[in-house]
């Protein structure tokens, strides 16, 4: 397979990938807070997801490359072709500036839920937080969790990070029904009044206009 010249710049954005790992790194372990050894598992895995995705976004296009070889495409080595989608379905800088717009609108909004879900929980001081977004779905961080991956598998799907996601998504949600089982046990009868009213993940559609701006 030839190797276009501009391949080679490719790999000139390595500061990038460490700059922005480094950053998304800090944010994860700062927002979502682990506090026992399966917290740190499904932190741990989301970081990998985070590590892999921008290695290749801003490091060496593993995926492309594969993709190119393996796939009766010609998939140039450019930059550009990270976006997959366009990519394969022969849409052009247009797809790829849609996939861009939709993917980053995703992580944006994933973004908000995590750090308004670590707001109110820091401010509760302990107490059962059911008001602001903890008004409309019950983890609005582990569901902020998902939106980031989806957000980064619409943007730049990567191999790495479409076999991370689905552990990614089986990690919080385990990590989500314990949780609501100590909380059970912590506030009893209110908790199961809240888990009644409130969604898990996925709010009301009454309430999806409020969940959009970010209340």
Known sequence: MDISPQAWTWTELWPHAVVIGVLLSWGLYHFLAPANWRDWAGAGVLQAFVIALYAEMYGFPLTVYVLAGALPLKIPLFHSSGHLWATLLGLGPMGA?????????????????????????????????KDGVYGLIRHPQYAGIFLIVLGEIVDWPTIPSLLLSPIIVWIYLRLARREEGRLSERFGSEYQDYREHVPMFVPRRDDLLLFLLGV
Not at 108 to 122: C, D, E, N, P, S
């Open 97 to 129: 500036a849609i996939e861009t717009i939709l993917g980053y609108a995703l992580l944006l909004a994933g973004a908000l839920l995590v750090v308004k879900g670590w707001v109110r929980i820091y401010f509760g001081r302990g107490t059962l937080v």
